[in-house]
């Protein structure tokens, strides 16, 4: 655990120390709950533009990669580009939802 200083309302302060502390867990887990579904729905948003840009060239994004002319027209750039970035996106949004699984576990 890492110990963090930070400025409550005096209310809070009030408490004895074991109240304190599961006001502020139950804070966190709240806040941990809705990030986790924030997550869930961007990377369900991603998957659908990932599935629409492998049916659209009938290939995964590395074969896509690999295979895309140097020389391609502009869209199919800006087709790279987004499915690159929709894949980022994927990638990112599975990293912190396991993140915030642990945290939830550990709190």
Do not use: C
């Amino acid at each position: 655990m890492t110990t963090v200083n930070i400025t409550i309302p005096d209310i809070l302060s009030s408490f004895n120390k074991i109240k304190r502390e599961e006001v502020l867990l139950s804070a966190i887990r709240h806040v941990v709950v809705g990030k986790l579904k924030e997550e869930k729905k961007e990377a369900e948003k991603a998957i659908k533009g990932i599935k629409k840009y492998e049916k659209r060239y009938e290939m995964s994004f590395k074969e896509f990669e690999k295979n895309m002319s140097k020389n391609g027209d502009y869209r199919l750039h800006e087709d790279w580009v987004d499915w690159s970035f929709q894949n980022d996106v994927y990638n990112r949004t599975q990293e912190d939802m396991q993140k915030l699984q642990r945290l939830f576990g550990e709190i």
